[in-house]
Nanobody, 121 residues
Framework: QVQLVESGGGLVQAGGSLRLSCAAS???????MGWFRQAPGKEREFVAG????????YYVDSVKGRFTISKDNAKNTVYLQMNSLKPEDTAVYYC???????????????WGQGTQVTVSS
């Protein structure tokens, strides 16, 4: 059974940093990973994605220069380093796994349960 488990969320002041982790198990071969987020009353949106081989990454414009996605294949874990956090980054962050043959911001079939990130002003 495929499982994605996020961790690392919490409460942080504006300008601070958090590092999210997503540990994957049972994934079929050849999947890339990504992060999405959803704030109350808003649709879930793409944040960052990384290819299966970690050769490329893609970010939504609002987080470019502040967030960095990375993946450790040996540990089956994807990370999201979030710096210079803003109140508008407040959301539940979800890990997602997708086929490497679809665009970087595509929605894959496997989701984690989410981790809450709250940024105060």
């Amino acid at each position: 059974q495929v499982q994605l488990v996020e961790s690392g969320g919490g409460l942080v002041q504006a300008g601070g940093s958090l590092r999210l982790s997503c540990a994957a198990s049972g994934l079929p071969s050849g999947y890339g990973m990504g992060w999405f987020r959803q704030a109350p009353g808003k649709e879930r949106e793409f944040v960052a994605g990384i290819s299966y081989s970690s050769s490329s990454a893609y970010y939504v414009d609002s987080v470019k220069g502040r967030f960095t996605i990375s993946k450790d294949n040996a540990k089956n874990t994807v990370y999201l380093q979030m710096n210079s956090l803003k109140p508008e980054d407040t959301a539940v962050y979800y890990c997602n796994a997708r086929s490497r043959y679809v665009p970087m911001d595509s929605i894959g079939p496997y989701w984690g349960q989410g981790t809450q990130v709250t940024v105060s002003s």
